[in-house]
């Protein structure tokens, strides 16, 4: 039986088509975040190819399988983290397509970071994967990637939202417990009268 052939190389306009249902696979997993917040038009993905094809430190790989797209992942080569000065090639977005899985594309796409790293004086590999994605996450466990964050994201109006609402509820309950001590001292039954010449105690 013969072995198929698999390469990587640079995405290309021809190849927009196949990248914009890949990317509508990787955003249908990205659950609740996702919703409300459409994928990149054709349009849109033409631009990223134009801006990764003009940025040394940007890339925008496809892997073929017998020359058929298989798999796609979106390099970007960035300090480690705002406070660690290492540069890392991150890994966006690296997903094979259905029918190539366990054949060895996405090792290709992570030998092809990885060769993309060592040009670029990275001296680190990090990938930004969902964490509910569980055969994800055991792909690159198994390559030796070692959980560093979890990424979370929020919609800036609704965040605005929940905050203000937070700050309402904070200052409801003391007002609530205010006007419950009133009711008590209200409810609270009068002294009886003391017997003449008694004191009152405490």
Same mark, same amino acid.
């Given at each position: 039986?013969?072995?198929?052939?698999? @390469?990587?190389?640079?995405?290309?306009?021809?190849?927009?088509?196949?990248?914009?249902?890949?990317? @509508?696979?990787?955003?249908?997993?990205?659950?609740?975040? @996702?919703?409300?917040?459409?994928?990149?038009?054709?349009?849109?993905?033409?631009?990223?190819?134009?801006?990764?094809?003009?940025?040394?430190?940007?890339?925008?790989?496809?892997?073929?399988?017998?020359?058929?797209?298989?798999?796609?992942?979106?390099?970007?080569?960035?300090?480690?983290?705002?406070?660690?000065?290492?540069?890392?090639?991150?890994?966006?977005?690296?997903?094979?397509?259905?029918?190539?899985?366990? @054949?060895?594309?996405?090792?290709?796409?992570?030998?092809?970071?990885?060769?993309?790293?060592?040009?670029?004086?990275?001296?680190?590999?990090?990938?930004?994967?969902?964490?509910?994605?569980?055969?994800?996450?055991?792909?690159?466990?198994?390559?030796?990637?070692?959980?560093?964050?979890?990424?979370?994201?929020?919609?800036?109006?609704?965040?605005?939202?929940?905050?203000?609402?937070?700050?309402?509820?904070?200052?409801?309950?003391?007002?609530?417990?205010?006007?419950?001590?009133?009711?008590?001292?209200?409810?609270?039954?009068?002294?009886?009268?003391?017997?003449?010449?008694?004191?009152?105690?405490?």
């Amino acid at each position: 039986m013969t072995r198929a052939v698999i @390469s990587v190389r640079e995405a290309r306009p021809e190849d927009l088509p196949e990248l914009a249902e890949s990317w @509508s696979r990787v955003h249908g997993v990205l659950g609740r975040w @996702s919703r409300g917040l459409p994928g990149p038009s054709v349009a849109e993905l033409s631009g990223v190819l134009e801006r990764a094809a003009a940025n040394a430190d940007e890339r925008f790989v496809v892997a073929l399988v017998d020359g058929a797209p298989a798999g796609i992942a979106y390099l970007t080569c960035r300090p480690l983290s705002p406070l660690h000065a290492e540069r890392a090639a991150h890994v966006d977005y690296l997903h094979v397509r259905d029918g190539f899985r366990r @054949s060895g594309v996405g090792r290709a796409l992570l030998a092809a970071a990885a060769g993309w790293a060592e040009e670029n004086g990275a001296g680190q590999v990090a990938v930004n994967v969902h964490p509910g994605l569980r055969d994800a996450n055991r792909f690159f466990a198994r390559w030796g990637f070692a959980p560093l964050s979890v990424r979370r994201a929020v919609p800036t109006p609704a965040l605005r939202r929940m905050l203000l609402g937070d700050g309402a509820a904070g200052r409801v309950p003391s007002r609530r417990r205010e006007a419950a001590r009133r009711v008590m001292q209200l409810r609270r039954p009068a002294p009886l009268p003391l017997p003449e010449g008694a004191e009152q105690a405490g």
